[in-house]
């Protein structure tokens, strides 16, 4: 039973074991139409494992996946209108590249004549007409990886997934690819369900984010909303580059947070559902929106020492030592060096931290 | 530096390549040059000649050496052609049908009868088809074949497809390719060299096998070996050098074909 407005993905308490080891534990998410959706997380979090499911080659132990409403479980991998752009893309090679883009098309049935010129004008798509009649062994890794992903989508299939097919190229191609990538998706309108490990890449290309540890979906929301607001430790602590201070909230009221960290010093931020008033939890502040300067700006902010800065190209990173042994990293734009004042290391200074960038994290 | 520990440098290491390579090769140089010995003996030279290479087609044993040699090619044949089938359709339960109880087991019921003596295979064999009744003749020869035939197809086969990861198999089954299809597209093309290589090992195996096949043999069936073996006993004539000469051309260029297909690799 299809439903038109049905989810393109729907995995409803889907577990994964294998023996005694339980690779995926009881997710359920919802991937809608036309989404550029990307499963985050270290190696061993399970989202190939996911990803594969969805392929079908593996099956689930528990629960059910939807495709657009109907369930997939029972469908041999042949029988799944998804298709997949492997990791070392597996492109056929003994077949020449127009061959292998073909190849879907020629076992739906279609004609020979059909499936040459489907595959013809995905090659043009992706620039590599004039390769067609090469061997992917003759191709550079990053033609290699447009063969696939030409290959992938030339039986245009509902569900697009990718299994981190951008990891073995280098960081200028990646980057060229990732933007390649979201305007392929863009005007295909085909549903991309992409894996990686890599945060920046899920952050540029993802309409949403699964990020994924130990089995789990950790949290699940826009790139900005992952990045500014995330939930648990281990979400502030991938994505991106983040202080996590250790407080204590004395006081909620009116929907602010106050919290006192060692050295006598307090700061506020906006209070988050689960956690209350005595607990003992971790604040999360990225290092871009804090701010330095000589003299303290408001009550909030907190005194130290200048160690040392770390030059990173575009920014400077700026080590703080505060009273209590508590260390803060701040960053500023390189651009923004002439109207900011330098602090020499030994200096002191006054850390402050913009106003809601404070981020109570739950456990 | 590193020409210290460079093998070529080694003491006597040239005088230990020469007495390996004159050990192995010097009797079968023996049988080649005398050959073309004009000479009917088999010790004195007198020159160079074709005869007893014409002997092998024309001469009082040619009708004889003629239909040994059809046998042997035509059991070689079809030995190999059998074996490498079951050969690649065990590596393909082996390697590609997941994680089963026997799965060891297979492989070392596969491969053990490299290591069993060849006199004990044929005296196992002698007594199998005595057991079941079977009379001896052409037929007996070509399963006994078949049988030895596998391992040796199955080396080279399972090396292949050990190579292959199972990727591209996933890959044409995400693309709507049937297992079969999936086999047959994919995996079959990209274990040719495997399974020629396979083949044409198990080819040259059987054409060369003497003792199972002299134990199986009917009477009044020969094989090549076999009937070599039997002219010899009254004594070595220069034809059978003749025939043996070819006999080793042709066990040359069947390796030699079998090591430039087994080396080339389609997976680059």
């Given amino acids: ?363 | 530096m590193a020409k210290r520990y460079d093998l070529r440098v080694y003491p006597g290491f040239r005088a230990v390549t020469f007495l390996c390579l004159f050990v192995l090769y010097a009797p079968l140089v023996v049988v080649m040059v005398y050959s073309f010995n004009a000479s009917p003996s088999i010790t004195n030279w007198e020159g160079l000649s074709l005869r007893w290479y014409a002997d092998v087609f024309t001469g009082p044993e040619s009708a004889k050496f003629k239909a040994a040699a059809r046998n042997s090619f035509v059991i070689a044949l079809v030995a190999a052609s059998v074996a490498t089938a079951i050969a690649t359709l065990s590596a393909t339960a082996i390697l590609r049908g997941g994680r089963f109880r026997l799965r060891l087991v297979s492989f070392g019921l596969i491969s053990l009868p490299l290591m069993v003596p060849e006199i004990v295979t044929a005296v196992a064999t002698l007594i199998f088809f005595n057991a079941i009744g079977f009379d001896r003749g052409l037929l007996t020869i070509l399963l006994a074949h078949i049988a030895f035939c596998i391992p040796f197809a199955y080396l080279p086969i399972a090396a292949r497809m050990q190579g292959i990861e199972d990727t591209y198999e996933q890959a044409a089954m995400d693309l709507y390719a049937t297992r079969r299809q999936a086999f047959v597209r994919v995996l079959l093309p990209l274990m040719m060299p495997g399974i020629v290589s396979g083949f044409l090992l198990a080819f040259i195996v059987s054409l060369d096998d003497f003792i199972i096949t002299n134990f199986v043999k009917g009477a009044g069936v020969e094989t090549l070996p076999t009937a070599i073996f039997g002219s010899v006993k009254q004594g070595i004539r220069p034809n059978i050098m003749a025939i043996s000469t070819m006999l080793l051309a042709v066990s040359v260029v069947m390796v030699t074909l079998s090591w430039l297909i087994s080396r080339r690799d389609t997976t680059r």
């Fill in chain 1, 1 to 363: 039973m299809s439903d038109e407005r049905a989810a393109a993905i729907d995995v409803r308490d889907a577990v994964k074991r294998y023996g005694d080891f339980t690779a995926l534990k009881r997710i359920s998410l919802s991937i809608a139409d036309n989404e550029f959706f990307t499963l985050l997380g270290p190696s061993g979090c399970g989202k190939t494992t996911l990803l594969r499911m969805i392929a079908g080659f593996e099956d689930v132990t528990e629960g059910a996946i939807f495709l657009f409403g109907d369930e997939i479980e029972t469908l041999p991998p042949h029988k799944r209108p998804v298709n997949t752009v492997f990791q070392n893309y597996a492109l056929f090679p003994h077949m020449t590249v127009q061959e292998n883009v073909g190849f879907g098309l020629e076992m739906l049935g279609r004609s020979r004549a059909e499936a040459r010129a489907r595959a013809g004008e995905m090659l043009e798509m992706v620039q590599l007409s004039q390769f067609a009649a090469r061997k992917p062994a003759q191709l550079s890794g990053g033609q290699q990886q447009r063969v696939a992903l030409a290959r992938a989508l030339a039986p245009q299939p509902k569900v697009l997934l990718l299994d981190e097919p951008l990891s073995a190229l280098d960081l200028k191609l990646r980057k060229a690819m990732q933007l390649e990538l979201k305007h392929l998706q863009r005007d295909t309108g085909i549903t991309f369900i992409f894996v990686t490990h890599d945060q920046e890449e899920a952050l540029t290309m993802s309409d949403r984010i699964a990020v994924m540890s130990a089995g789990e979906v950790q949290q699940l929301g826009t790139a900005r909303d992952i990045y500014e607001r995330p939930r648990n430790m281990f979400v502030a602590d991938f994505i991106g580059e983040t202080n996590l201070l250790e407080v204590h909230v004395d006081r909620i009221a009116e929907g602010r947070a106050l919290c006192h960290l060692g050295g006598g010093h307090a700061l506020s931020c906006d209070a988050v559902d689960g956690v209350g008033v005595g607990a003992r939890v971790h604040l999360s502040v990225r290092p871009e929106r804090l701010a330095l300067s000589a003299a303290a700006q408001g009550d909030e902010s907190l005194a130290g020492t200048v160690r040392e800065h770390v030059f990173v190209g575009t920014d400077i990173t700026t080590l703080v030592d505060l009273a209590g042994g508590i260390s803060l990293r701040v960053r500023s734009a390189n651009s923004a060096r002439a109207s900011a004042q330098m602090f020499e290391p030994g200096a002191a200074v006054h850390v402050t931290m913009e106003q809601g960038a404070g981020r109570l994290l739950v456990d």
